[in-house]
Structures are given as C-alpha cells and as structure tokens.
C-alpha cells in the first residue's frame, strides 16, 4: 500500500517568505502529525490533526501553522521564515489508537537563506 | 509527559544479536511502549510496541520488564541495514495528547 506521501522533497526559501508543505497519508489513517527535525533540537512536535482538527499543539510559535483537509490530507505552513526554520519537516500519520504506530513520510528538506 | 533514557550509543558485530536499552521510570499504567528506528536521510521507521507482555514481530522483539520501568529492544541478528537511531518513545493513552516526544535516541552502529 502506498505510504506518507510528503511533497515537495526540498525547498529554499528567502528569510521573510512563507512556505506550504503537504502531507498525505496513508488511506484510512485520520490522524495526521508534523515534527520538525534539526541537528541541535532533534525531533521536536509540531501539531496533531484529526478529523479537520487541531488535537494538540507543541511549543513553537505562531507562525507555524497546520490544517488538515476532510479527505485527511494535511497542510503545514511557515510564515516569515527565519534562518532558523531551515530543517527537515516530517509528516506522520497513524489510526485513531494507540495500540497502532506512526508512518513517517521521508520529509521535506527546507532550506532558508 | 513521561520520559525515556537510552544510552547514546552502541556498536554490534554483524549477525550478533543486539540489545538496546530503555529505562522509562515514570511510565503511566495506559503507556504504551513503541520503538521508532531512524536511518540516515529517512524517516523515522516504526519497529515494535507493547504495553505489558513481550512482543515480537518480523523485525524485532520487545523485551518488558515485569515493573515496565524499563524495556529492551531486541534485534536478533543484526545487519548493516539495521544501523540507524533507534528512540524509544512512550505513547500516551488518552486522546488528544497524540504526539510524541522523541529524545535523543540510539545510534547503533553494525560492524562487519
């Protein structure tokens, strides 16, 4: 079966842009998740979307912001980028239970300069 | 949110058995346990999870100590194409606190 499906693979971005990352996942899978992955920070949690909404939120700020669609695609985006956003962004995606894993996409690689 | 340690890191030989570890002191009774193993420029991979009793499936086993204060990953013949991060990461139960928290993980290095 077809896995997380994450497009596009890489960007660069100027600092001041904004950015659209997309993330569809696995058939059947509601659950949609983002993680950012840096080399200092490691693998950090973005936000958790289920059923068009946001379940739970990690610590970053404001201008990183999701949706999710009613056919369960996800859509993450970054305004006013930073230097500092330059990282590797990984969808996931699971059924609505615990006793299941997450499927990870192979990521977007975003660069800013 | 519950914690998990592992040791930074690990060599093995090729087709030895390799055993990582995990201690997870202030696991919730509804955690469950789930092992995630990261090869280079990928995705982190789903291996094995379990709550209370052992676990095995085609790539791995999943060794939980009777308290569940600590767990074991077990891969039984290691190969260079297991050499990766491996995070062992608790998953809570109760929904609406979907995420998980990653540490730092086990890189696992596979010698020929």
């Known amino acids: 079966k077809a896995g997380v499906t994450q497009t596009p693979r890489y960007l660069i971005k100027t600092r001041g842009q904004q950015v659209t990352l997309s993330c569809s996942p696995i058939?059947?899978?509601?659950?949609v998740s983002w993680y950012q992955q840096t080399p200092g920070q490691g693998l950090q949690f973005l936000f958790e979307y289920f059923s068009e909404t946001q379940r739970n939120k990690g610590n970053f700020p404001g201008r990183f912001s999701g949706r999710q669609f009613s056919n369960s695609r996800s859509e993450m985006n970054v305004s006013t980028l930073e230097l500092g956003d330059s990282a590797l962004y990984l969808c996931?995606?699971?059924?609505?239970?615990?006793?299941?894993?997450?499927?990870f996409g192979s990521g977007t690689r975003l660069t800013v300069v | 949110d519950a914690k998990t340690t592992q040791p930074n890191s690990m060599e093995s030989n090729e087709e030895e058995p390799v055993h990582l570890p995990c201690n997870h002191s202030?696991?919730?009774?509804?955690?469950?346990i789930h092992w995630y193993r990261q090869l280079p420029s990928q995705g982190p991979e789903y291996v094995i999870h379990?709550?209370?009793s052992n676990v095995n499936n085609r790539m791995a086993s999943l060794a939980i100590a009777e308290d569940r204060k600590s767990s074991t990953l077990i891969l039984h013949r290691a190969t260079l194409r297991d050499a990766a991060v491996y995070y062992c990461i608790l998953r809570p139960r109760n929904f609406g606190n979907e995420k998980l928290t990653f540490g730092t993980g086990t890189r696992l290095t596979i010698i020929p």
């Open positions: 058939s059947g899978h509601r659950s």
């Open positions: 202030t696991i919730s009774g509804t955690d469950y």
């Open positions: 996931a995606s699971s059924r609505d239970s615990q006793n299941y894993g997450y499927t």
């Open positions: 379990g709550l209370t």
